[in-house]
T-cell receptor, first 114, second 112 residues
Framework: DSGVTQTPKHLITATGQRVTLRCSPR?????VYWYQQSLDQGLQFLIQ???????AKGNILERFSAQQFPDLHSELNLSSLELGDSALYFC?????????????FGPGTRLTVL | GEDVEQSLFLSVREGDSSVINCTYT??????LYWYKQEPGAGLQLLTY?????DMKQDQRLTVLLNKKDKHLSLRIADTQTGDSAIYFC????????????FGTGTKLQVIP
């Protein structure tokens, strides 16, 4: 158990819908990262937050947004969902934003768009 | 941009050594990582190496880094069935915030 929790575990929805994925980092970790893992694209970095502020953006679509709240939990919002958005979405956390810190991954949310 | 490449699949017999290879493009990479993903789980850090090191050994794991060729490898000695997983190579650059680029992952299958 990494100490990072993600809810829900599974999510099934229809095209055009909007969903929110939630992540609680390990106690004491200030940095949160979101990743998308699909069969054809591998593990793609989406976005990073540190202590409530956006720090880095990866291959995140405009239809996706995220935020980190004062209690350090984070939410990833996916809207106007398409079939290709079906994937595993991982959240990870680390102590700080420095590059040598280990990232601790949550168990993931499996999103299926029908 | 940064790119990290790995072969997709490796099959070995139990007891043999496994070698998983990775190449990266970012010459400013400071840290290189190996993560393991077991079925149905998130990624877990196995080991990492600083870019100024050539080799790091940790029990059954040996990491070799050829910085000139931007090539990283992970050797698992005496591979066990419990080592069956997807192994991700990743590179991280220093510079104020942690941006880590992951490879596509290599699925290791250990045959009993």
């Amino acid at each position: 158990d990494s100490g990072v929790t993600q809810t829900p575990k599974h999510l099934i929805t229809a095209t055009g819908q909007r969903v929110t994925l939630r992540c609680s980092p390990r106690s004491g970790d200030l940095s949160v990262y979101w990743y998308q893992q699909s069969l054809d694209q591998g593990l793609q970095f989406l976005i990073q937050y540190y202590n409530g502020e956006e720090r880095a953006k990866g291959n995140i679509l405009e239809r996706f947004s995220a935020q980190q709240f004062p209690d350090l939990h984070s939410e990833l919002n996916l809207s106007s969902l398409e079939l290709g958005d079906s994937a595993l979405y991982f959240c990870a956390s680390s102590v700080s934003e420095a590059s040598y810190n280990e990232q601790f991954f949550g168990p993931g949310t499996r999103l299926t768009v029908l | 941009g940064e790119d990290v490449e790995q072969s997709l699949f490796l099959s070995v017999r139990e007891g043999d050594s496994s070698v998983i290879n990775c190449t990266y493009t970012d010459s400013s990479s400071t840290y290189l990582y190996w993560y393991k993903q077991e079925p149905g789980a998130g990624l877990q850090l196995l080991t990492y190496i600083f870019s100024n090191m050539d080799m790091k050994q940790d029990q059954r794991l040996t990491v070799l880094l050829n910085k000139k060729d931007k090539h990283l490898s992970l050797r698992i000695a005496d591979t066990q069935t419990g080592d069956s997983a997807i192994y991700f190579c990743a590179e991280g650059s220093s510079g104020g915030y942690q941006k880590v680029t992951f490879g596509t992952g290599t699925k290791l299958q250990v045959i009993p």
